[in-house]
């Protein structure tokens, strides 16, 4: 396992932007493993909305294509997540998670099942 650290969230009005950081412990690499962006209101399961693997392909959820990029930022040991054209529907608990394998299951990705290393979160607010 690894711990990560999520940062970066806060309250935004609808079309502004936020970038998300998950740190990872210096024990290990994150940019050469997969690492998956989740997100999770009260009451309803994580889902995933985006994730990198080792040699940078990435996986968006429909419901964020375009919207928001994920990428590394191998000098801080990070996965970022830059979230742009916020909408009301973004609002959750983000958590950043990673299984320590090097390639993003592409059929499976989004569930988090498999996952053993969570962050702690970091909530996002975006009001109208």
């Known amino acids: 396992q690894v711990q990560l650290a999520e940062s970066g969230g806060g309250s935004v009005q609808a079309g502004g932007s936020l970038r998300l950081s998950c740190e990872g412990a210096?024990?290990?690499?994150?940019?050469?493993?997969?690492v998956v962006w989740f997100r999770q209101i009260a009451g309803a399961e994580r889902e995933g909305v985006a994730a990198?693997?080792?040699?940078?392909?990435?996986h968006y959820a429909d419901s964020v294509k375009d919207r928001f990029t994920v990428s590394k930022d191998d000098s801080q040991n990070s996965i970022l997540l830059q979230m742009n054209s916020l909408k009301r529907d973004d609002s959750a608990m983000y958590y950043c998670?990673?299984?320590?394998?090097?390639?993003?299951?592409?059929?499976?990705?989004?569930?988090?099942?498999?996952?053993?290393?969570w962050g702690q979160g970091t909530q996002v607010t975006v009001s109208s």
């Open positions: 210096r024990t290990h690499t994150l940019s050469g493993f997969c």
């Open positions: 998670a990673t299984d320590l394998r090097p390639f993003c299951n592409e059929i499976s990705w989004f569930r988090p099942v498999g996952y053993h290393s």
């Open positions: 990198i693997g080792r040699y940078g392909t990435t």
